[in-house]
């Protein structure tokens, strides 16, 4: 029996308060079980006015419930996890002293596993301490948290992105902000988002033939986590394959030159902190084991010693292969097929990771969702001509490439 699409969305937001009810029943860590308590309010009576008929309705209680409600609140009482005070820490760093890292960190909170253009995000912060004067900490709070700012961050790249590729706003988007994807980060923490959005943004350039806007965005995501590293290889083959070996160096040359811009001046500064924090903690190479450890098929080969980390690593460099070659003999050629092959290369490198958690597996997720969502209908490849020309993903075309 063929379930009704009024069924089908209501049984969607009836899914995602389940999940949702999972923090709060296995998480021990307050702002998650809050968030899982507000958000299952807010998807079930979703998934009531969605029975009802009423779809606006039911992505406001949605949006209400699993953001507005959750963030206003954590926001206020000074609430989030870890990265949100990591951020803004690097901030204040960045504004009182020019340098990024805790020299020598003892704890797990005195790490900034993060490159130095994240310490921007934790800047708005630092600037407005005691800006507003006895009791205007709320304001502080309101105007300079972490989170709100890499929210800004990846609505502003998903706004950008869209007017590149010349498509119309889609429903799916607030969608996707309501959903558990985007609300559990953006309410928690928000430290994946920019992240997330400038890699959505250096697709939607790349497809759209502009090398240089294509290459600033990697640079700018490059420089926040070397996470970012697989789209520079994806955006790269997009433009070899669309607008040639020439827009393809240009895109590289410009994401190498803006990303040592950035990133310099902290190697310059701090190298050993820079190595130890940003690449050895991360690892599980520093002297201070990571908080990362969900059971993944990474974390646990390297949970066995030496040998597992070094297999973890080594499935990592085939992984890392196995796209390669994948993007050299089948280019990508739309926003949707680039999106799922970089989905599909970080999907790899988060499930092999030797440290992780299941939350890093929302950015493929939210690759793939984006790139449908802002894909125009019609089928179209980039052809030599305006750099403007919409290059949306057509089913045919995305069969052929994904």
């Known amino acids: 029996m063929t379930l009704s699409p009024v069924a089908r969305r209501a049984g969607g937001w009836l899914l995602a308060a389940a999940w949702a009810l999972s923090f709060p029943l296995f998480s021990s860590l307050g702002p998650h079980r809050l968030w899982g308590w507000c958000a299952a309010a807010g998807y079930l009576a979703a998934a009531g006015a969605e029975a009802l008929g009423r779809r606006r309705a039911a992505l406001g209680a949605a949006l209400v419930g699993a953001v507005a409600v959750p963030l206003l609140y954590l926001v206020l009482t000074g609430q989030g996890q870890s990265e949100v005070a990591v951020i803004e820490r690097s901030g204040r760093l960045l504004l009182d002293t020019g340098r990024l890292y805790v020299d020598q960190p003892t704890r797990v909170e005195d790490y900034t596993p993060y490159l130095p253009a994240t310490a921007l995000l934790g800047l708005p912060r630092a600037l407005l301490d005691g800006a507003f004067g006895p009791g205007g900490e709320w304001a502080v709070r309101l105007l300079g948290d972490a989170r709100l700012w890499c929210a800004a961050v990846l609505f502003a790249c998903l706004a950008v992105a869209r007017r ?40 939607a350039a790349a497809v759209s033939g502009r090398p240089g806007p294509a290459g600033v965005a990697l640079a700018a995501a490059c420089a926040l986590k070397w996470t970012a590293l697989p789209a520079v290889a994806v955006a790269v083959a997009v433009l070899a394959a669309g607008r040639g070996p020439r827009a393809a160096w240009r895109c590289a040359w410009v994401t190498v030159a803006v990303t040592a811009a950035l990133v310099l001046p902290g190697v310059l500064l701090q190298p050993t902190e820079l190595w130890r924090q940003v690449f050895a903690f991360p690892t599980g190479r520093a002297e201070v084991p990571t908080p990362a450890s969900s059971p993944l098929p990474g ?65 493929p997720v939210l690759l793939a969702v984006w790139a449908r969502s802002a894909a125009a209908p019609e089928p179209s490849r980039i052809v030599a001509g305006s750099p403007g020309h919409n290059v949306g993903s057509g089913a045919v075309t995305n069969r052929a490439n994904a």
């Open 164 to 203: 590149l590729l010349g498509s119309a706003p889609s429903p799916l988007l607030p969608l996707l902000v309501a959903s558990p994807v985007v609300a559990m980060p953006l309410v928690v923490s928000g430290v994946d988002l920019p992240l997330a959005g400038l890699c959505c943004l250096a697709l």
């Open 299 to 363: 974390h646990l080969l390297a949970e066995l010693g030496p040998w597992g980390w070094n297999l973890t690593v080594a499935l990592l460099g085939v992984g890392a292969l196995a796209v390669a070659l994948s993007l050299a003999l089948r280019p990508p050629r739309t926003l949707v097929a680039a999106a799922d092959r970089l989905a599909i290369g970080l999907t790899a490198a988060f499930l092999l990771a030797p440290a992780g958690r299941f939350g890093y597996l929302a950015l």
